[in-house]
């Protein structure tokens, strides 16, 4: 199995651990990181291991399509499932100390 796939298997691993381990145990892990790749590359029409925005969009990869602009950080109009890895492995990252966002306290 390529890199890429073990790294996208991973970062889908750990978004997926504790809600769905808890839930309903591994065996559903396993079931949707299958059907993640399974889409990922059902959705890569033109085989090349990268997804456009529109294949995202007209591909079975809802989440890829709703952060593609995110998961696309060198804004090459194209994503691979390394690049999805690290959006995912981001987003479980805790933000640094005067980087939170500034929010309003009006009601």
Known sequence: MPTRHR????AIALALALPAAAQTGLGY????LDVAVKNFDAADRNHDGLLSKEEAQNGKV???AKHFDQIDRE?????????VANYLKSL????PAGRLPARSLEV
């Open 75 to 83: 804004h090459r109009g194209q994503v691979s499932k390394e690049d």
């Open 92 to 95: 479980s990252r805790p933000v």
């Open 62 to 64: 809802p989440f890829i």
């Open 29 to 32: 892990m396993a079931k949707k």
């Open 7 to 10: 790294l996208f298997i991973a």
